[in-house]
Structures are given as C-alpha cells and as structure tokens.
C-alpha cells in the first residue's frame, strides 16, 4: 500500500497570506490527523478528521481549520499567517477505529512551511 | 492535562551500547502508549505500541519496551545499538480523545561507530 502523501512539501509564504495543505491517507484508511512541528513547541495535535467530521481539536487558534472529503482526503487551511506559523506540518492517517480501541496512526513526510 | 515526559533530550552512545530511554506520563486512566523514531530526512515511523495485554513490548529493529503502570512509565530499550539508530524517538500517549496523540520532546539519539 501507498503511504501517506502530502503536497506541498515545502512551502514559502509571507505575513497575512493564507495557505492551504493537503494530504492524501492510505487507502481504506477513514481517520486524518494533523500534527504541528516545531522546535520550541514539539508536535502538537492540531485536529483529527472522520467520515468528513472534525472528531477532536487541539489548543490552536481559529485561524487553523480543516476539512475532510468523502474521499478521506484532508486539507488544513492557516489564515493571516503569523511568523511563528512557520513549522512542518504532519498528517497521519489511521483506519479510524472505535473509540474503546485506539488506532494506531501512520505519518506522512510532512509539508515545511515557511513563513517570511 | 495529559503530559509525557521524555528525560534524556540528548544521548550520544558507541555502537554495541545498551540504550534505554525513559518515557513517563500524567494520565491515569486508560492508555495507548507508542514510540516513534524520526530517522534523518524521514518521516515518523512507528517502533512500537502498546495496547493491553503483555507489558513487554517488542517492536521492529530489535527495539522493545516496557509499561510499567505503577510508574508511569514506558521506556524504549535495545541491548545493542547500532550506527543506524541514529535518530529522534518520540513517546506519544492516547487518553480519551480519539487519536489524539500527545508527544514527548523528543530524544536525539547518535550512535557513533
């Protein structure tokens, strides 16, 4: 099976612009995580998407929002990018398993963004 | 809120070395534990998990790891490392919310020939 895929995987932007990432999970796979990156702060969980519905949310302001589609394929958008917005974005994907037994996630390469 | 700490940030080692790292949590309930490695250029990939059952974990490259509930803890072991090993490990933790993993800082391992 293909693993997870992301695009872009670099990116570059300036302050006040909005970006949009995607990721593509493994097939059959109905569950997307996204994860933050960076240095100071670590990974941090963003949000998790499942059958198109945002199950769970992490501590990130409004301007941090997602979406998934009917093909289990996900977007995050960042609007009014900030400096400290600049980081590598992960996504996971995990078959979305109840709530009782956890799934286990599986990562892509991530997408580096850059803001200037 | 749920934590995981990661003691050692920085490890360096000879080849043929015994590695362990040590891995505690906050929660007390219910737990999923894993541990993650981030070869150099690579994306994280999974070394191994822990759902129930048997507390000594095994998982790929020889690596194991053991939950001892009492403590806390889940820390990664291998006997003997080797240059390969070179990498970032991440102890993450599920409690509650689905999939939402809660990492560690992570720990820089380099392993010199």
């Known amino acids: 099976k293909a693993g997870v895929t992301q695009t872009p995987r670099y990116l570059i932007k300036t302050r006040g612009q909005q970006v949009t990432l995607s990721c593509s999970p493994i097939?059959?796979?109905?569950?997307v995580s996204w994860y933050q990156q960076t240095p100071g702060q670590g990974l941090q969980f963003l949000f998790e998407?499942?059958?198109?519905?945002?199950?769970n949310k992490g501590n990130f302001p409004g301007r941090f929002s997602g979406r998934q589609f009917s093909n289990s394929r996900s977007e995050m958008n960042v609007s009014t990018l900030e400096l400290g917005d600049s980081a590598l974005y992960l996504c996971a994907s995990s078959q979305g398993l109840a709530r009782a037994t956890a799934d286990t996630q599986y990562f892509g390469p991530g997408t580096r963004l850059t803001v200037l | 809120a749920q934590s995981v700490s990661q003691h050692n940030h920085h490890v360096i080692l000879s080849e043929a070395a015994s590695l362990e790292l040590g891995c505690n949590y906050s929660?007390?309930?219910?737990?999923?534990l894993f541990w993650y490695v981030q070869y150099p250029g690579q994306h994280l990939q999974l070394l191994l998990k822990?759902?129930?059952?048997?507390?000594l974990v095994k998982g790929i490259k020889g690596f194991e790891a053991e939950f001892i509930k009492s403590k806390f803890s889940f820390n990664l072991r291998k006997p003997s490392v080797q240059w390969s090993d070179t990498a970032e490990y991440f102890c993450a933790v599920v409690s509650g919310g689905y999939n939402k993993l809660i990492f560690g800082a992570g720990t820089r391992l380099a392993v010199h020939p």
């Open positions: 998407y499942f059958s198109e519905t945002q199950r």
């Open positions: 097939s059959g796979h109905r569950s």
């Open positions: 929660y007390g309930g219910t737990v999923n």
């Open positions: 822990y759902f129930s059952g048997d507390p």
